[in-house]
């Protein structure tokens, strides 16, 4: 399964659960371990699959770096049959409870077998306990019908959760290379905790360097909008890359981009065409090849006119662009406070 | 007749011994047939039957004209399908000629047979060899009887109602029977003509609505049926149809049921896996939410969010449907999360 292709008709065969402490790192603390995998009905089975399929829409991709984490060693050994899933397992449990920092909440290390794209896959995954109540018809002392409410605390993996980090791990045809999978981790976006989970634990790096793939989704989505005949949606989408670029936000992504940014009426044309070139899964973002193309907004036009603004102007309406007729029309209403000349007048 | 010559208790215990082996044979048919018309959007009721062992008797015991009475009773399994419109009978002759997968050996049509003067039962016939399976000693066959809904009702009361030889009816009753073959032909003919593909020039919004209303329902019916049996809700399938009809692109209006015909046999071995998991057989059938799955618009669904997640999101909301009865599909069905 390449990167860039989508995870399809995830199939999970084999569970196991083990419970992770809250404990300071290097307490030696054990984790709860489960002695059994635990047993998966078809309702269970296919609400997980939904769920993991889901969150691994918010994947990125990652590649083994040799001598960081055992868990790579340890997947290949559960493919080859060294070593049974329960005792890579708890393995596994062992290894997280010592990595995790001592902010890291408890909750449950589940790792898992299945199928995705029709090869094998390994799943590892940190779920944290989550709150909510249940409501059951009954009837109470006086004989009455009524709702009764029970506060539960051990949910996990509720809809709409974020609590979870998961390492996705397909089979590649060469087990000898480097482990390529993915990793999705929604809690908390390019702080330690992220590397903890990656690095310490898993054991990978981010499979393409961060400011090169940054730089292709730049050209990538400049591309589409160059596309677009209406100077009014050229101008805002171009805002919306800039915007994008220039968040705090670490992470690119080709369907969030189109949700955030795009009219609902081009984001399909705008997802086809990026798919060509980005991969699915999302991207880490690194502005250090691009920096210096994202601080202005540039028009060129027919006429060799060249007007250059910041992104505030024309968030802000200094600058305007409209249609006006078969031209485009850039307004400023600003203060000139300097006229200048450049460049040679050519006869 | 010789020696080698099966006697009839050793034929009628050769027709229980292999009965098993019938039922399988029954079985492909039908789900070679669904996945064909599905693949063509022809929805069709699908069925078949192995005949019981009293009749095969009975057939034995009664004809004494058999050569090789096991090879000459050929309609021991049976299959049928039974249409809305006339010129579907020949549409799925075509379809399963090109297909290949259940080869024909003879064709009765019952059409030709009628004189222009005669009015009577005229559907198509095809005789067919099951597809073949490991250990086969011999090839199945098999008879498909392809007629229209009509054809089907004149059909299974004609023989109540012809009980003698019309030589032998008098003129009121003769007249009364033709008059009877005639509304079924003049009930298939009305049925074709108001179901007839839109010219050419018709206006967009004709188009757009009779995708919504009839081309829509039936292709998503007949590519559903190539996966499951049941039919849904048919006022859910009207809601869904709408935004369903809404995000298809207007270029695609007239073409759409090859679109998805196609879409589904390209994802057969996905889509198989998803009904089995979340479909009506499935342990999620009882969950509320998971709804849609147990529609023949789900496979419209899925093949929107495969290809326009964002067109289908908006018409979806466009027509006032709840995202939770999206929300399963689109779990599994894309890589875009549609925020819902």
Known sequence: MEGSKVVRGLRIDHVVLHGIKRAAKGSGTEPELSQAESALS????????GQLSDALKHRREVVEEPGMSTLPGIIRDVWSKKTTLLAASQVLARNLQSAQPGIGSEGLLMVAQGRANDVPVFLVAKLEHEKGTSAQMEQN??????????????????????????GFFPKASDVDQPLEGFIVDRQVSGSEVATYFRETYLGCAWKQRPEVVTQRFMDTVQEWIDRQDDPEKRSRYQLGLLAELQSQRDVLSVNSFAASYLDPVDRDSFTAHAQRTLPAANMTKDLSLIESRIANIRWDTRSGTVVIASPEAVQNGTVTVEEAGDKTVIKVADDILKTSGSGRFKH | MSDETPSNDELIQRFIDTQPRFQQAADDVVEALKDILGAGSIYAAVSSRVKEIDSF????????????PWAQITDKVGARALVHRADEVDRIHRLIEADGRLQVYGITDKRLQVGERELAYSGLHLDIYAPSRDGDQEQIPVEIQIRTIAQHAWSEVSHRLVYKPQAELDADDRRAIWRLVALVELFDGEVSRVMEKLPEDAPAEELADRLATHDLPDALAANYARFEGNTGNADLTRRVCGALAEAIPAEDHRQYDSVLGSWVTEQKNWLRAMYDDYGPRSSMATVSDYVLWSQPESIGVLEALSSRPWALVTAWRNHGLPDRWLKPLEAVGTDVDLDL
Do not use: C, H, W
């Open chain 1, 42 to 49: 078809e309702q269970v089975r296919t609400f997980l699959q």
């Open chain 1, 141 to 166: 002392p006086d004989g009455a019908l009524v709702y009764s409410m029970t506060f539960l605390d051990n949910l996990f993996f509720t809809e709409g959760s974020k609590v979870y980090k998961i």
């Open chain 2, 57 to 68: 008797r009975g057939k034995v015991e009664l004809r004494d004209d058999y050569t090789d």
